[in-house]
């Protein structure tokens, strides 16, 4: 039988989950309240029809992060499967919505492209998906909106809301405030000396390449996020701080040192998900209530666990369940001391 999904807003992510979605052999109907949205991704083969399909197994929720609360509840209301979002700011969603059947998510994908013009169904492969679990997502919510994520190529990271929000703020929100601080300092410079812009070539065209992003999106993010932003935007304007103190005093040591730091992280930063070819099974018996298979993976991530694949067994009493995960063999005797710390009681074996 073939699987069905809604995809409630057809702009850049939301038609990109579609495709992706259709080329995996899902039906999706697709909704938008932009006029003509609906018929032109339906023309272009992005969707299969048009509307909400109440007896879809999933929804995802793809509107400005400012309407995702809303979005969430009438597909609740509309539907009998699960809900899911994609906005890059979790923690009011979460807080919003107290339902076994929701989890919050966050794929971290994106292109220059807007709307209809840049969704692709290969958006997602090998990115990271955070989910952001709350203590009344359901174990089944949790595992299928994650069995989807992975269908669709993504890398499935589970963290806390206000966690992912603060991360988010440094390594994406922040980026593009910086970006733009730039451009507008170039900008001021070539009023006055017009071969500024000619020189804006390689570093600079690199660092400031995010800011060609969609400036609206911007407005409600940093609105949903201010706290988190407000935060980072302070530490960075300390680091600054700090940087000008070095260069002012002459402290070449101390600036060699920072640079030389930074030098370092930047070479650790990881890449694409990779195969894992060295793993271990480890199966953890779990409670059959909200939350329990969520704080299990929200632990992997706090550990930098790999997972390569994992799925949700019930037992036929019905009252216990074991999530069994493939991870990573070289993290497994850490995850598995985490989780006994935690009160649960993991058996790990090694695979091939």
Known sequence: MTRRANVLGLGLIGGSVAAGLR??????????????????????????????????????????????????????????????????????VVSAIMDSRFVGGHPMAGSELQGLDGADAEMFRGAVWVLTPSSTTSDDTFALVAGVVRELGGDMLALPALRHDQLV???????????????????????????????AAGGFRDMTRVASGHPAIWLDICRENQAAIVEAI?????????????????????LLARLTDARAVRANLPGRVRELVDVAEVRIPIPDRPGAAAEVFTLAAELGVNTANFEVSHSVEGDRGVLIMV???????????GLMARGFKPAVARVG
């Open 23 to 92: 080329a995996a052999g899902w039906h999706v109907s697709g909704i938008d309240a932009g006029s003509g949205r609906e018929a032109e991704a339906l023309a272009r083969g992005i969707i299969d029809s048009c509307g909400v399909d109440a007896n879809a197994e999933i929804s995802f929720v793809a509107t400005p992060v400012s309407q995702v609360v809303d979005g969430v509840r009438t597909m609740l209301h509309s539907t009998s499967g699960v809900v899911t979002d994609v906005g890059s700011v979790k923690l009011p």
């Open 169 to 199: 703020a440094v390594t994406s929100h922040l980026p593009h405030l910086a970006a733009a601080t730039l451009l507008t300092l170039a900008r001021s410079r070539a009023d006055d000396h017009a071969a500024v812009m000619r020189l």
């Open 327 to 337: 991870v990573d063999a070289a993290s497994a005797e850490l995850f598995r001391g």
């Open 234 to 254: 302070d530490g960075m304007m300390t680091g600054l701080g700090e940087m000008r103190r070095m260069i002012d005093e002459t402290n070449s040591p101390a």
